[in-house]
């Protein structure tokens, strides 16, 4: 499925609501027109006409918008597959990149990095699909990449050999795979080899969440996806990892500020 692989859209629209959610992708979104806040792991970021905002795999973000505001935009979504056969190591940068920190970037560094000859290229293949246009758009995204980890390097001074940053991959790659079950921290500990304290700290300094806020947001996003589905929220809390009802009543309202039945 191509869609499984990469995503590309453009559009115009009245600003919509868009709560707090992630993606299991990269995000790259440019605000052609309009302005907006964009909240990353709760650093806010005031954006206008022409920035790009880049977001990684399970880096909880949302965005509000003044009152009429416009909001067209185009955005590029892949998966790490569609560009890492390439180069195994071609994500490390922004892979490195601490959650919430460096998502915006400002229209002039867009500018200065062509960046829109990319997403012009992408646009164009998109647009008119032939039977060379995953090939073509990969070799964009690839470029898109390459550009966006010199950005972070030459702008922002991001470092890629952390290895602080690839505990914190696997914490999340763990999480990802095993949310649905009752998980904690000692379970995560117990995988990575790793002392609880030390994992708990490292999460927290790199991320600003706690390992059981992350697991429970992530765990509420999946009910919000569930009961907007159509499901009924008595049939979903088992299947988003909680133990029983009332625990799951009680998160998702800290966390959605609504009950599920709303």
Do not use: W
């Not at 400002?106 to 062509?114: A, L």
């Amino acid at each position: 499925d191509k869609s499984y692989t990469y995503n590309y859209r453009t559009g115009m629209s009245e600003g919509p609501i868009l709560g707090n959610h992630m993606h299991i992708y990269y995000e790259f979104l440019q605000l052609i027109e309009g302005n907006a806040l964009y909240n990353v792991e709760g650093t806010e970021y005031k954006i206008s006409s022409g920035d790009l905002l880049i977001t990684n795999p399970n880096e909880f973000h949302f965005i509000t918008f003044p009152k009429n505001s416009v909001y067209h935009r185009q955005f590029l979504q892949i998966h790490s597959s569609f560009v890492s056969s390439m180069n195994p190591h071609i994500l490390d940068t922004l892979n490195a990149r601490k959650f919430g920190t460096n998502n915006r970037i400002p229209s002039e560094i867009f500018n200065k990095y062509n960046l829109g000859d990319i997403f012009k290229g992408v646009e164009h293949y998109s647009a008119n699909p032939t039977d060379d246009t995953d090939f073509m758009v990969s070799t964009y995204a690839t470029q898109l990449v390459v550009k966006l980890s010199e950005i972070l390097k030459k702008e922002f001074l991001v470092n890629d050999t952390s290895s602080k940053n690839k505990h914190i991959k696997e914490i999340q790659n763990y999480i990802e795979q095993n949310f649905t079950r009752n998980l904690n921290i000692d379970d995560i500990a117990e995988h990575m080899f790793l002392n609880k304290s030390y994992i708990s700290r490292l999460f927290k300094s790199e991320t600003g969440l706690t390992i059981s806020v992350y697991i429970n947001m992530r765990r509420v996003m999946m009910a919000k996806n569930l009961l907007l589905a159509g499901e009924n929220a008595m049939n979903i809390f088992y299947k988003c990892g909680f133990s029983d009802y009332t625990t799951f009543y009680r998160v998702f309202k800290k966390y959605t500020d609504m009950s599920p039945e709303q």
